[in-house]
């Protein structure tokens, strides 16, 4: 395409080079805020209404809270202050899953306080146990 005098061409073509620089520098951006997006503790909350049943095998711990505070590995009492160390030998031996099991009652200081002490121990995934709704009450 010329435009009549001295020589002069003019190009059709878009000039992308401003529009890649653009996309390069907001990329850049979410990689580097992306992960201080994330706060609190990632877990797998089940849904009340499709509850799975735990599993069978023997690869998994139970971290039990009854209604007084008390915290259980399986069947035996820990310390709050041990327990993160007991789950870091226990995860250490390669076994899979880990679920919380607390109490109604229990208040959610204290599991939100149980639950950092799981991710003290290097385990970032696990289970809420929950139980069906009865039937008729809501």
Do not use: C
């Not at 009549?4 to 990689?31: A, E, K, Q």
């Not at 201080?36 to 139970?62: C, F, I, N, S």
């Not at 915290?71 to 789950?87: M, Y």
């Not at 919380?100 to 939100?112: C, E, K, Q």
């Amino acid at each position: 395409m010329s435009a009549g005098g001295r020589g002069r061409r003019y190009s059709s073509d878009i000039n992308v080079t401003p529009f890649v620089d653009v996309m390069l520098v907001l990329l850049i951006i979410f990689m580097v805020t992306a992960p201080m997006m994330t706060e609190g503790l990632d877990v797998d909350l089940p849904r009340t209404k499709t509850v799975e049943a735990l599993p069978v095998d023997d690869d998994h711990l139970v971290v039990g809270v009854d209604p007084k505070g008390a915290i259980f590995l399986d069947e035996q009492s820990v310390s709050l202050e041990d327990l993160a160390d007991r789950l870091r030998n226990w995860a250490s031996l390669g076994s899979k899953a880990v679920f919380l099991r607390a109490d109604r009652g229990v208040s959610y200081g204290r599991i939100v306080d149980i639950m950092g002490r799981i991710r003290e121990a290097g385990i970032d995934h696990f289970g809420v146990v929950a139980e069906r709704p009865e039937q008729g009450a809501r």
